[in-house]
């Protein structure tokens, strides 16, 4: 990606200049078509904002920001609902948050649309639609909505539909409870558009959209005995395209893929992917590092793009034996990792995610920091989002770490990095190089102006 990149931000806090911790955004997700997108936060509150209708073009090459009405398609707020709330588990004396951990939108069927949420235990699926008109001329009601005394109807009526200022409804349609006893880590739809995927950290569940008292187990990876347990699952998803097949990730770094039509419980894999690790290299740190945090088929369905703490790498399905490409995100963080240890920072769980041709992926860093790599050159690029480029068509630079060697003007040394100002949720529209980045409670919008001619975002210039 180039040097010239705009931006746009949405503060979920409403521009307060303190955060508090009910607005940190804990996910974002654009749907099918990319001209939704959603955001859940800590406070269980879902944002979803909407694409308005681009008019204008704008030059090619060059990294714009999403924030001139009509001009480059600005997400404005659509709709904002409460779609969790702090529970109890009185069997087990435990608070449950309310916390978002994950959004997935449904595929649309009809003029509405549909997604899911869920928090740590309790998966939701919401109906978003719109309404303009309202019905007026009601026989047995007067027009507050009052229920006339039937002795006074002495004629009948034909009620009628009245236009009315655009509303936006969100309604649950569905509560899918009761289905974990550990704490939800992913959801994921299927392809056949009737059934979907939950994963807490031992189990993994399928469930039909239609029906909600009960699911079926298909992974099950706890022990007998608890004190026998050596991994959990991190994350699953399901194939893009074969409704059969899915995939899910543990923390010692390994990927299962599996197949529902050799079995209908999937605790044997089809396929596992692990990278051979070198004994001389083994740390205490080694295993916390190579958990795996977040798991994505390409658009294709032909390669897996992983995330752990210090490398993204991309698997061939056709190979087991190890990744076919592996990128550094921050290997200069290996010398801190014993007080990345202490302040808990070595446990954040970065996501990682494709653009529409798979041709470049993306992922989070600190310090305000996130990554983008080339697959085919194999470059990546250090971009930054903070509130001095939340402005329309502010000019986003590229930024290096500093961590050895000559230093150049602008670097950041590895002791000045913020370790508070973390980047773990992203996603990258479906068709188009716009990518939401969220930051604490302010969510980053980006987009890349390119050559249409071209697959993907320059990531040539000033790549290091």
């Known amino acids: 990606?180039?040097?010239?990149?705009?931006?746009?931000?949405?503060?979920?806090?409403?521009?307060?200049?303190?955060?508090?911790?009910?607005?940190?955004?804990?996910?974002?997700?654009?749907?099918?078509?990319?001209?939704?997108?959603?955001?859940?936060?800590?406070?269980?509150?879902?944002?979803?904002?909407?694409?308005?209708?681009?008019?204008?073009?704008?030059?090619?090459?060059?990294?714009?920001?999403?924030?001139?009405?009509?001009?480059?398609?600005?997400?404005?707020?659509?709709?904002?609902?409460?779609?969790?709330?702090?529970?109890?588990?009185?069997?087990?004396?435990?608070?449950?948050?309310?916390?978002?951990?994950?959004?997935?939108?449904?595929?649309?069927?009809?003029?509405?649309?549909?997604?899911?949420?869920?928090?740590?235990?309790?998966?939701?699926?919401?109906?978003?639609?719109?309404?303009?008109?309202?019905?007026?001329?009601?026989?047995?009601?007067?027009?507050?909505?009052?229920v006339k005394d039937f002795s006074t109807v002495t004629s009948l009526q034909v009620p009628v539909l009245r236009p009315t200022d655009l509303m936006v409804e969100v309604r649950p349609r569905r509560v899918f409870s009761n289905g974990h006893t550990y704490h939800v880590n992913s959801i994921s739809v299927n392809s056949d558009g009737e059934t979907y995927l939950s994963a807490d950290d031992l189990r993994i569940?399928?469930?039909?959209?239609?029906?909600?008292?009960?699911?079926?187990?298909?992974?099950?990876?706890?022990?007998?005995?608890?004190?026998?347990?050596?991994?959990?699952?991190?994350?699953?998803?399901?194939?893009?395209?074969?409704?059969?097949?899915?995939?899910?990730?543990?923390?010692?770094?390994?990927?299962?893929?599996?197949d529902m039509r050799a079995s209908a419980l999937c605790d044997k894999h089809t396929k596992l992917f692990e990278e051979p690790e070198d004994p001389g290299s083994r740390s205490f740190f080694s295993e916390i590092v190579s958990s795996v945090s977040d798991v994505k088929f390409s658009h294709n369905g032909r390669y897996l793009l992983t995330r752990d703490y210090l490398t993204a790498k991309v698997w061939d399905l056709h190979m087991e034996k190890g990744p076919v490409e592996t990128y550094q995100v921050h290997d200069y963080l290996r010398s801190k990792l014993c007080s990345l240890y202490e302040n808990d920072c070595i446990f954040d769980k970065f996501e990682c995610v494709w653009n529409s041709s798979d041709s470049v992926i993306m992922t989070g860093a600190y310090n305000s920091f996130f990554r983008m790599f080339d697959r085919e050159t194999g470059r990546g690029v250090t971009l930054e989002a903070w509130r001095e480029t939340s402005k329309?068509?502010?000019?986003?630079?590229?930024?290096?770490?500093?961590?050895?060697?000559?230093?150049?003007?602008?670097?950041?040394?590895?002791?000045?990095?913020?370790?508070?100002?973390?980047?773990?949720?992203?996603?990258?529209?479906?068709?188009?190089?716009?990518?939401?980045i969220a930051s604490t409670n302010n969510l980053y919008i980006f987009q890349d102006r390119v050559n249409p001619d071209t697959q993907g975002p320059d990531l040539n210039s000033n790549t290091i």
């Not at 022990?223 to 998803?237: D, G, R």
């Not at 003007?409 to 996603?427: C, E, N, P, Q, Y």
Request: charged share 30%.
């Open 1 to 146: 990606m180039g040097e010239d990149t705009e931006s746009s931000k949405v503060n979920h806090s409403f521009l307060r200049d303190y955060v508090t911790e009910a607005d940190v955004i804990s996910t974002v997700e654009f749907n099918h078509t990319g001209d939704l997108l959603a955001t859940g936060d800590k406070g269980g509150r879902v944002v979803v904002f909407q694409r308005e209708t681009v008019v204008g073009h704008k030059p090619k090459g060059e990294l714009e920001q999403v924030g001139e009405t009509g001009e480059s398609g600005e997400y404005n707020v659509y709709s904002t609902f409460q779609s969790h709330e702090p529970d109890f588990d009185y069997l087990k004396s435990l608070e449950i948050e309310e916390k978002i951990n994950k959004i997935r939108w449904l595929p649309q069927q009809n003029a509405a649309h549909f997604l899911l949420s869920t928090n740590d235990k309790t998966i939701k699926l919401w109906k978003v639609s719109e309404r303009d008109k309202q019905p007026e001329g009601y026989n047995l009601k007067d027009e507050e909505g009052r």
């Open 205 to 258: 569940n399928m469930w039909h959209l239609g029906i909600t008292d009960r699911s079926f187990n298909i992974v099950d990876i706890k022990p007998a005995n608890m004190e026998e347990l050596t991994e959990v699952i991190t994350s699953a998803e399901f194939h893009p395209h074969h409704c059969h097949l899915f995939v899910y990730s543990s923390s010692k770094g390994t990927l299962r893929l599996c």
């Open 392 to 436: 329309p068509r502010a000019v986003l630079r590229t930024r290096r770490v500093y961590s050895g060697g000559k230093r150049r003007r602008g670097d950041v040394g590895v002791d000045s990095l913020d370790f508070t100002k973390k980047i773990l949720h992203m996603a990258w529209h479906p068709e188009e190089n716009i990518i939401a």
